[in-house]
């Protein structure tokens, strides 16, 4: 059985930063795409982030594009989201995802739709 099991949200002041981890069972984060989104209560579910850990390939959101970077523990099957120079804006509860098609990251993260597997959530608060 495939579970996803996020940590390391919290409460930061703008400018701060946070790393988010994403830990793994039943799946191989270096076989799988897997990624990052967020959502504030009342709109939709949006892409922060994807990985093809095939290829090393990785894309953001324009909005985190130079703060946020993706990565992955192939020896600790975890996932991570670095996430620096935090604005208000970011405060969002972040899910962690895997299982897309690694066809197009581009379009993966657009369409939470495709996305297979998620996390419970972590609560990221920026003031």
């Known amino acids: 059985h495939v579970q996803l099991v996020e940590s390391g949200g919290g409460s930061v002041q703008a400018g701060g930063s946070l790393r988010l981890s994403c830990a793994a069972a039943g799946i191989t984060v270096t076989d799988k795409c897997m990624g990052w989104f967020r959502q504030v209560p009342g709109k939709e579910r949006e892409g922060v982030a994807a990985?093809?850990?095939?290829?090393?390939?990785?894309f953001y959101a324009d909005s985190v594009k130079g703060r946020f970077t993706i990565s992955q523990d192939s020896a600790k099957n975890i996932l991570y989201l670095q996430m620096d120079s935090l604005k208000p804006d970011d405060t969002a509860m972040y899910y962690c995802a895997a299982g897309a098609p690694a066809w197009s990251l581009a379009i993966a993260i657009t369409r939470p739709q495709i996305w297979p597997i998620w996390g419970r959530g972590t609560q990221v608060t920026v003031s």
């Open positions: 990985i093809d850990p095939r290829y090393g390939r990785t």
